[in-house]
């Protein structure tokens, strides 16, 4: 789990702030496509985009919301890991610091921000790392996964009925 956890969040500012970018993008392209009026643009896409136009589109927006969820599920674990009874807010502050800021921190300014030696800060740091991991797969990922198995049965159910 410490592995699992420690691999997401050394990509999450990547995937993260690349993020912003693309959905920029996104929103320059509708624009371009029928001035500043969402309704319009999407009302375009449905109805007089071709095909292929269509399809790209649909594939950009389904990978914004796929890293939507990538940060609710990042923010959700950190609010636990706030919350964690000994520690918890240096845990969150290592990991803010370390992990999701846009602004990367040399080894030094880490030390001298959180106040900590340098042995001690890769201790916590560490630890920090585990209750994440905890607070991740322990209660997010779970909440997300009763979420979309309720709205499957409710689709499920809706569809039944019509």
């Avoid at 997401?8 to 920029?24: E, H, N, P």
């Avoid at 929103?27 to 292929?52: N, R, V």
């Avoid at 790392?129 to 198995?149: D, E, H, Q, T, Y």
Wanted: charged fraction near 30%.
């Amino acid at each position: 789990m410490y592995e699992k956890a420690k691999l997401l969040l050394g990509i999450y500012r990547k995937v993260c702030w690349s993020t912003i970018g693309r959905a920029d993008a996104v929103a320059e392209e509708i624009c371009y496509y029928c001035g500043s009026d969402l309704d319009g643009a999407l009302l375009y896409l449905e109805e007089f985009a071709p095909e292929k136009e269509k399809e790209q589109f649909e594939c950009r927006i389904k990978t914004l919301f796929e890293t939507r969820w990538m940060v609710e599920l990042v923010d959700s674990a950190m609010l636990k890991v706030h919350d964690f009874p000994e520690n918890g807010q240096l845990y969150h502050e290592i990991i803010s610091k370390c992990f999701l800021t846009k602004f990367r921190y040399t080894e030094n300014e880490l030390l001298e921000i959180l106040n900590l030696e340098r042995s001690r800060f890769y201790d916590r740091k560490k630890e920090a790392i585990m209750v994440f991991g905890l607070s991740l797969w322990g209660s997010s990922i779970p909440k997300l996964k009763a979420f979309l198995v309720e709205n499957e049965e409710m689709e499920e159910l809706y569809g039944e009925q019509n």
